[in-house]
């Protein structure tokens, strides 16, 4: 991290406190979040709970063809929100309902605090509204003398602790008994048990019991805006909602105007997936619908934009409108789970946070916490509206870049990466520079103060010796001979795109991939000219050297296609697939020509494992090898959730090489590499790295097989800094192993016979 | 989508349809009493899985009889604590009332204006077992009432959940504030998904005025600190069903 001036860090102050907590920066956030362990644990007892619930929840419907439904419901309200936004508010008018718009924060806490003085009302009952916390509510109208009382039980939790919510459904869930009891203790009249949550919990409703009979209006949000009948859609599992909705006589709902859905059809989809999605339920407790006023009492409706339009506009974000909030996004985030929402973003939380804060909040409010992204993409994964969030961070990660800049270190860092020449020369002087910490295949350095922080708990990975490019000539000459099984592959040509890391930390592993490509019968050419694709400075919103990158490695790729007939570009790297054949359509969106030659190499870009997996086909048991090996398997991020692999390695492990694969728990879990992640929170990644290492030894497996340069360098790093005996190798080494295994046996053979 | 006729016992009260003689055959002969925990122990029918999301009402009816319905129904609510029981008659239903009354020690019974307006043997049957009761004038007759009776507009086998458009504020709180709940559900407004449920709900919200209604799922709930599951924490700690075949 960069350090802060007075005035960024003044910013940086998280503006709309709602309770009047002391205002913090985000670093003195992080600080507090890192060093408090019971938060953690907090948070990861839940992330495993609802993982498991929520896994099984899905169990008796179909995920995809849900979301997908959703996805479908939601474009058509974006498409036209305005139609839709009328269709509606005709339909609630139609029944005696007012309807408001307010167009920012302090135009819908104005008409709230007007509708409250019209009635005389000093206490309102309120259920949970994510909106209310977006506009700051009960602080704006504790300022008019309005006592706003929170009756949701972990709302009502963090508004008496001084907290916000930390997560957008289960706002306490950063909280123990321990915490919620002494909270109880200090604020309640009567003594309440630390440890008995059942006592906890009814103390609480003893208190909010009067609330709803003294409260002279009552507010909630709204989970959905049903356009063709005017309806709101409200979910609770407790019961408020309908309370706050029924008892007082005065009703106000406050809701974003994203949250419009067409029909009631799409109502049942978002029933279906929502409670799935946010608290693994099939339903929540509570789906009440509500059309127009109750007989005798008012209604009031405001629909409030405060950005909205803004997200609308811009075609980057405007999928971020498609959110039911859920929830699911911070569910499955591995930074998350280390800092809490507090941290993780601002006053929405998890990865939606990150990309709607600048809009409700401004960016300021979010340059800080986005970096805590590591884009390991698990949340696009579970959104139930398909929201691509991954690259939405980034984009909001470009916007921070494009107006405060790199921090200079990275800047630099990018500069060189981008400049072939530049490269070369780093890398000379870095191999030599290496040598006094040099230790094998290492660089040590954790017992010097300033690197200390960054290789204590992992080692560097040291330079090669000499680069691919050098090593992998003499092989490429060899004639390619008849593949040792019959294969689909065999007689393709394929360019190898190494990745940068392949190129100059381990080459070993590009010559392995030549080595199986040519023993199945593949012709390899190694096109000239390839340097990084980019990636690393993408990742960190550096778009001007994305650019460049991108723009050679496709200049370079048609280069070698020009020449030759080249059936496909396989690479080692999931990271650097997902980035030549997801990433540079996006990167070149306002720029037809270049968007045109990316999409173009694009269809021909395949992974290592899935090029083995469709094109060769290799039969199973086809590779099978004498002593049995035990290996386990870590799917990483790019591989699992950008590309969608799973059963591909294991079905090549397993079927072809006759390996038994056993699995290691949360094994699609980030390792915690990220990228430059590491060097800007070295806490989060140590974590994450020992909880990976620790899941893999728990399997008894001593070799950690994965498909990602990125993960290898992290994973070994780690293991050499702790003494871990474990090895980490690529599925390609493994694959090259049995093959020089079966092709001696296969020598022995024929000279025996 | 889902034919009119489809959901009866909703169309007698917000739609001017009427039950087709059709659909009630389809629906076919009922056993006596069939549940996840009936008063006589036995279980009858495994749940019949129904894809939801091709379903129609007219293609699942075709196949699917309404005892599996009610089975269906019943197993969904099963790990939510929810005591399901499938009587024949109004004298059955008092029986079961009155016994769980006892059961929980609760006095008296607050019961849906609605419900003694459109079951009077139900209420005979409940006078003459001796068991005393009101109707609701208002929401505070409901607070913290130790046990309601409500009337269900359907139930939804998918989910468990029946779903509740009270006419009245006063009845909608016996479901809300009393702290047991039983919910009566005719048997013949059993559907089986919630796209059934939810023409049902959009009819009632197309009406003039609109309306107020809930697809409620078990007992009131909260999992907010560490995720450790307490009931009652809002609305009604405990909820029981009894699906009555023809109530009267």
């Given at each position: 991290m960069s350090v802060a001036t007075p005035a960024e860090e003044a910013r940086d102050?998280?503006?709309?406190?709602?309770?009047?907590?002391p205002q913090t920066t985000f670093s003195a956030r992080y600080t507090k979040a890192i060093s408090n362990p019971r938060l953690a644990k907090n948070i990861t007892r839940f992330q495993h709970t609802w993982r498991g619930n929520r896994n099984r929840s899905m169990e008796d419907v179909q995920f995809e063809e849900l979301r997908k439904h959703l996805k479908v419901a939601k474009t058509k309200i974006t498409d036209d929100l305005d139609g839709y936004l009328n269709q509606f508010i005709a339909m609630v008018e139609r029944t005696g309902a007012t309807v408001y718009h307010a167009v920012d924060a302090d135009a819908a806490n104005r008409i709230v605090r007007e509708i409250c003085e019209k009635h005389n009302v000093n206490l309102i009952a309120k259920s949970k509204s994510m909106v209310s916390e977006e506009i700051d509510l009960n602080h704006r109208l504790a300022e008019h003398g309005i006592d706003v009382v929170e009756t949701d039980l972990g709302e009502w939790i963090v508004q008496k602790g001084g907290e916000r919510p930390s997560h957008i459904v289960g706002p306490a869930l950063h909280l123990g008994r321990e915490e919620v009891g002494a909270l109880l203790n200090r604020v309640l009249d009567r003594p309440v048990s630390l440890t008995d949550i059942d006592e906890q919990v009814h103390a609480i409703r003893d208190e909010l019991r009067p609330v709803f009979f003294n409260a002279g209006v009552g507010m909630t949000g709204a989970?959905?805006?049903?356009?063709?009948?005017g309806t709101i859609m409200m979910v609770t599992n407790e019961g408020n909602g309908r309370l706050s909705s029924s008892v007082p006589p005065v009703h106000i709902v406050l809701a974003g105007i994203e949250k419009l859905l067409p029909t009631w059809d799409d109502a049942v989809t978002q029933m279906r997936i929502l409670g799935r999605s946010a608290t693994?339920?099939?339903?929540?407790v509570y789906t009440t619908f509500i059309t127009g006023p109750t007989p005798g009492h008012e209604m009031h409706l405001i629909l409030v934009d405060n950005g909205r339009r803004k997200m609308h506009s811009m075609p980057e974000f405007v999928d971020a409108m498609h959110c039911i909030r859920c929830g699911a996004c911070a569910n499955v985030c591995p930074p998350y789970r280390e800092v809490s929402g507090h941290v993780f973003g601002h006053i929405y939380t998890g990865a939606i946070g990150l990309v709607v804060t600048q809009f409700h909040h401004g960016l300021d409010a979010i340059a800080k916490p986005q970096s805590l992204c590591l884009s390991c993409n698990a949340c696009e994964i579970v959104c139930p509206s398909s929201i691509p969030l991954p690259r939405q961070i980034l984009d909001i990660r470009k916007m921070v870049v494009a107006k405060k800049g790199l921090p200079g270190p990275k800047r630099l860092g990018f500069a060189t990466l981008a400049r072939p020449w530049a490269f070369v020369l780093a890398t000379r002087i870095g191999s030599q520079a290496q040598r006094p910490l040099q230790r094998g295949r290492f660089v040590r350095g954790r017992h010097i103060p300033i690197l200390k922080t960054q290789t204590r708990w992992r080692s560097m990975p040291a330079l090669a010796p000499r680069p691919l490019r050098d090593l992998v000539k003499r092989q490429l000459t060899v004639a390619t001979g008849a593949p040792i099984v019959p294969n689909g592959a065999a007689g393709k040509t394929v360019a190898l795109f190494p990745g940068c890391m392949t190129e100059r930390l381990f080459p070993e592993q590009g010559l392995a991939i030549v080595e199986v490509l040519q023993a199945l019968g593949v012709r390899v050419v190694h096109p000239e000219g390839l340097n990084c694709c980019g990636l690393p400075a993408n990742n960190s919103g550096d778009e001007l050297h994305a650019r460049m990158m991108a723009q050679q490695t496709i200049r370079a790729l048609e280069k070698s296609l020009n020449g030759t007939k080249i059936d496909y570009i396989v690479s080692g790297s999931a990271s650097c697939v997902a980035t030549l054949a997801q990433d540079y359509s996006h990167l070149f969106r306002y720029e037809p020509g270049w968007k045109q030659r990316a999409d173009a190499l694009a269809g021909k870009v395949l992974d290592f494992t899935s090029f083995l997996d469709q094109v060769a086909q290799l039969p199973a048991g086809s590779l099978t090898g004498g002593d049995a090996t035990l290996v386990t398997y870590h799917d990483s991020c790019q591989g699992s959730n950008a590309l969608g692999l799973h059963e591909e390695p294991r079905r090549l492990m397993?079927?072809?090489?006759g390996i038994e694969v056993r699995e290691l728990e949360e094994n699609t879990l980030c390792c915690g590499f990220g990228g430059s992640f590491g060097f800007d929170y070295p806490a989060i990644s140590e974590r994450l790295l020992n909880r990976k290492l620790d899941n893999a030894q728990a399997t008894g497996a001593m070799t950690l097989v994965t498909d990602n340069q990125g993960c290898i360098m992290h994973l070994r790093g780690g293991c050499d800094a702790a003494g871990r005996r474990i090895q980490v190798k690529h599925i390609a080494e493994v694959m090259a192993e049995r093959i020089r295994e079966h092709s001696s046996t296969v020598a022995e053979n024929g000279e025996s016979a | 989508m889902v034919r009119k006729s489809s959901i009866p016992g909703f169309l007698e009260r917000y739609s001017d349809g009427v039950d087709s003689q059709e659909s009630k055959e389809r629906r076919g002969g009922m056993s006596s009493v069939v549940g996840c925990q009936s008063m006589d122990g036995t279980h009858v029918g495994a749940p019949i899985a129904i894809d939801y999301r091709l379903s129609t009402f007219d293609e699942v009816m075709t196949t699917a009889h309404v005892d599996e319905l009610v089975s269906e129904f019943a197993e969904k609510l099963l790990p939510l604590t929810v005591r399901v029981e499938r009587v024949p008659t109004s004298e059955r239903a008092a029986a079961v009332l009155s016994e769980f009354s006892k059961e929980i020690g609760a006095p008296g019974l607050v019961i849906a204006a609605e419900l003694t307006k459109l079951a009077p043997d139900l209420m005979t049957s409940l006078d003459s077992s001796g068991i005393s009761w009101l109707t609701p004038a208002d929401v505070a007759a409901s607070r913290d009432a130790p046990l309601g009776i409500s009337l269900a507009t359907l139930g939804v086998a998918e989910t468990g959940s029946v779903m509740m458009a009270e006419p009245t504020l006063a009845d909608r709180a016996v479901g809300m504030l009393t702290k047991t709940n039983v919910v009566i559900v005719r048997t013949?407004?059993?559907?089986?998904?919630l796209v059934e449920a939810a023409a049902a709900l959009k009819a009632l919200a197309l009406q003039p005025n609109g309306g107020y209604a809930a697809l409620v799922t078990g007992p009131s709930r909260t999992?907010?600190?560490?995720?450790s599951l307490s009931l009652g924490v809002q609305g009604p700690e405990r909820v029981m069903i009894v699906v009555v075949d023809a109530l009267s």
């Open positions: 102050v998280l503006a709309h406190d709602p309770h009047g907590e989970n959905a805006l049903i356009a063709e009948s693994g339920q099939r339903l929540s397993r079927d072809v090489l | 013949e407004t059993m559907v089986p998904s999992a907010d600190i560490e995720l």
